[in-house]
């Protein structure tokens, strides 16, 4: 029974996690689309709401009740920190810029994924939960890319096509066609100046 028991806990927490995983896979384009550029400084005061949240919201009010915060206050120092050198991993081994996103996940996410485990009276939930939500999170971060390209590769063996890889194609041809109507215009530009300065050289030389 213990070990039935420790299995399907486990099963309970891989399927939070990922659950979380898949709403922050939805999250995120959803930001970039609606705030753009603004959308890295929209992670970072989520990120503090998030810390504000653990400290001062949840595990202090916690400790409150037990008669002892600070029994308490490690688990979010341990988040933060856990966060913090996973976003900083994941950064280093990623050719783009992705630690305030990465960040964003450990942190945010990871502190949606807790809800669940530290809404309860019993605070053993907390001491099972909080090392393996972390470690779950933070694999599905960095395995994330590894996701990508074996959904790809399905998708071609499959030789299915989805509304995003429409998208995608006819952002790159309109991306190609831009670059071309520059370059047209460019070009353009620079025989007209050439024209001027041989119409300029032809008056002088005429005077």
């Known amino acids: 029974m213990g070990f039935v028991f ?10 939070v996690s990922q659950v979380v995983f898949y709403i922050y896979l939805f999250i995120h384009p959803l930001g970039m689309g609606i705030f753009r550029k603004a959308w890295p400084y929209v992670q970072l005061l989520l990120i503090m709401y998030a810390v ?13 009740d037990h008669g002892s915060t600070w029994s308490f206050i490690w688990i979010p120092i341990i988040i ?8 900083y991993y994941k950064n280093k081994i990623t050719a783009a810029n992705v ?5 964003f996940f450990m942190i945010f996410m990871t502190s949606l994924t807790l809800i669940p485990f530290i809404s309860v009276e019993d605070t ?18 960095i395995r994330l890319p590894k996701y990508i390209e074996d959904s790809k590769k399905e998708k071609e063996q ?27 215009e460019e070009s353009q ?18 005077g």
Do not use: C, H, P
């Open 80 to 87: 933060v920190l856990a966060g913090v050198g996973f976003a």
């Open 158 to 184: 499959r030789g299915r096509v989805t509304r995003s890889d429409i998208n995608d194609q006819k952002r790159a041809e309109f991306k190609k066609e831009a670059e071309e109507k520059r370059a047209k």
């Open 6 to 15: 420790l299995v399907g806990y486990g099963l309970l927490i891989a399927t």
């Open 99 to 103: 630690f305030i996103s990465s960040l």
């Open 124 to 141: 053993s939930w907390i001491y099972r939960s909080v090392f393996t939500v972390i470690l779950t999170n933070a694999y599905q971060l």
């Open 189 to 206: 530009i620079k025989a007209r100046e050439k024209m001027g300065y041989k119409n300029n050289e032809t008056s002088s030389e005429a």
């Open 52 to 64: 504000f949240d653990l400290f001062y919201l949840r595990f202090r009010q916690v400790g409150i």
